[in-house]
C-alpha cells in the first residue's frame, strides 16, 4: 500500500522552533489527506492539524497560530513547521495519510508512520 516515513524530531528548548517531515511511497496511489498527530505519555492520540490535496488545512486550537502545515503534492510530503514550542507539545508526533490506491481495483488506504519524537524541554 501506501508507506510513511517521519524525519526532523528532537530535542528544543521552549520557544525554539522544529519542522518535521513526512514523505508518501508506495506504487500507484493518491493522497486524499495527509495530517499531523501526536501522543503525549499516558494520553490518548490526538490531531494536531490536517491538510488536504487542495491545500485546505486546518489545525487543533492548542497550536493555531503556532505550528503551520504544507506539503508538496509532487514529492507526496507533508510538513509541520512547529513554532512557539511549549514543554506541552512533547509528544510523538504521527504522520498519517488517506487516498485511494489501485492494485487491479481502487481501494482506499489510511496509513501512518512510525512517529517521530518531539521533546521540549530547557
Known amino acids: 500500500q501506501v508507506q510513511l516515513v517521519e524525519s526532523g524530531g528532537g530535542l528544543v528548548q521552549p520557544g525554539g522552533s522544529l519542522r518535521l517531515s513526512c514523505a508518501a511511497s508506495g506504487s500507484r496511489f493518491s493522497i486524499d489527506a495527509m495530517g499531523w498527530y501526536r501522543q503525549a505519555p499516558g494520553k490518548q492520540r490526538e490531531l494536531v492539524a490536517t491538510i488536504t490535496s487542495g491545500g485546505r488545512s486546518d489545525y487543533s486550537d492548542s497550536v493555531k497560530g503556532r505550528f503551520t502545515i504544507s506539503r508538496d503534492n509532487a514529492k507526496n510530503t507533508v510538513y509541520l513547521q512547529m513554532n512557539s514550542l511549549k514543554s506541552e507539545d512533547t509528544a510523538v508526533y504521527y504522520c498519517?495519510?488517506?487516498?485511494?490506491?489501485?492494485?487491479?481495483?481502487?481501494?482506499?488506504?489510511?496509513?501512518w508512520g512510525q512517529g517521530t519524537q518531539v521533546t521540549v524541554s530547557s
Open positions: 498519517n495519510a488517506v487516498g485511494v490506491y489501485y492494485d487491479g481495483r481502487y481501494s482506499s488506504y489510511e496509513s
